[in-house]
Antibody, heavy 119, light 108 residues
């Protein structure tokens, strides 16, 4: 069965960088785009960017341009999201999600990774 | 990107019909999608392409579109349907993914 398993919770200092992983199983990793979406406490879901693991192409939300990098390792069926220059407002749960092209939407999600930015 | 607007909350009694709306200027140009999120859990897709239901989602979930407003309809609401519901679409100009603010469904 399709699963996306993310790395564990992180506590980071302001100004640091965090890298969250998302390991896929149960399907061909290179056949589906992986998106990253975050949710700050009590806030709406917010799209951050995506990667096509087959081509390596990426696209980022303008809000995070310059601070975000999404990469993929097909040999490990794993996608990564790195966010730099962290600030308190980046405290959120970060999700990876698979885009199903036939649905045109996110059919499977990771369990979420809580990133807390605090001094 | 444009915004998707949802009511903050909807309350219904068990067995009644719940309607959650989502409106946005760009909606007529793109499909809408609905996700159910139980607090502390990842979202689950319940409606795609305005009106379609993924396999495994109960038939009491349906979607409706009229112009720039889409509606999630839950018929015969059950206690287990209590959750936050988010609409999602795509800005056809920027291709940015957009989410609504979420609606908390309370089953009285």
């Amino acid at each position: 069965q399709v699963q996306l398993v993310q790395s564990g919770a992180e506590v980071m200092q302001p100004g640091a960088s965090v890298k969250v992983s998302c390991k896929a199983s149960g399907y061909t990793f290179t056949s589906y785009a992986v998106y990253w979406v975050r949710q700050a406490p009590g806030q709406r879901l917010e799209w951050m960017g995506w990667i096509n693991p087959g081509s390596g192409n990426t696209r980022y939300s303008q809000k995070f341009q310059g601070r975000i990098s999404i990469t993929g390792d097909p040999s490990a069926s794993t996608a990564y999201m790195e966010l730099t220059s962290l600030r308190s407002e980046d405290t959120a749960v970060y999700y990876c999600a698979r885009l199903d092209y036939s649905y045109g939407s996110f059919d499977f999600w990771g369990q979420g990774t809580l990133v807390t930015v605090s001094s | 990107s444009y915004e998707l607007t949802q009511p903050p909350s909807v309350s219904v009694s068990p067995g009644q019909t719940a309607r959650v709306t989502c409106s946005g200027d760009g909606l007529p140009k793109q499909y809408a999608y609905w996700y159910q999120q139980v607090p502390g859990q990842a979202p689950v897709l319940v409606i795609y392409k305005d009106t379609e239901r993924p396999s495994g989602i109960p038939a009491r979930f349906s979607g409706f579109r009229s112009g720039s407003t889409v509606t999630l309809i839950i018929s015969g609401v059950q206690a287990e349907d209590e959750a936050d519901y988010y609409c999602q679409s795509v800005d056809s100009t920027s291709n940015d993914v957009i989410f609504g603010g979420g609606t908390k469904l309370t089953v009285l």
